[in-house]
């Protein structure tokens, strides 16, 4: 019911920034309560942070607090990701994704999925 394409990714150095797109078609974000996960080859697929449909409720992986801020724009049908004082352990594919439930910080609560936008943090 909702398609969702993932932009922003690229190469940065330890300490840089990158801001994460994630566009909606097919049915408006409002519906939904979203999030981001990432996964580095040979892991396992973790949850990064989540947002509420209103954007009032935010929740942050403990790795991530105090540097990525996840935000969305329901009249855009967007929902981004800031990701500031990037650091190696950073490096993974990220995805955007989108639930109607409430255990936002479980993969199998998402229904939708992006294809994925490469982050990778080097020296």
């Known amino acids: 019911q909702v398609q969702l394409v993932e932009s922003g990714g690229g190469l940065v150095q330890t300490g840089g920034s990158l801001r994460l797109s994630c566009a909606a078609s097919g049915r408006t974000l409002t519906y939904y309560t979203m999030g981001w996960f990432r996964q580095d080859p040979g892991k396992e697929r973790e949850f990064v942070a989540s947002?509420?449909?209103?954007?009032?409720?935010?929740t942050y992986a403990d790795s991530v607090k105090g540097r990525f801020t996840i935000s969305r724009d329901n009249d855009k049908n967007m929902m981004y990701l800031q990701m500031n004082n990037l650091k190696p352990e950073d490096t993974a594919v990220y995805y955007c994704?989108?639930?109607?439930?409430?255990?936002?910080?479980?993969?199998?609560?998402?229904?939708?999925w992006g294809q994925g936008t490469q982050v990778t943090v080097s020296s």
């Open positions: 994704a989108a639930t109607y439930v409430n255990r936002v910080t479980d993969s199998n609560s998402y229904a939708y």
């Open positions: 947002i509420r449909r209103s954007g009032s409720s935010l």
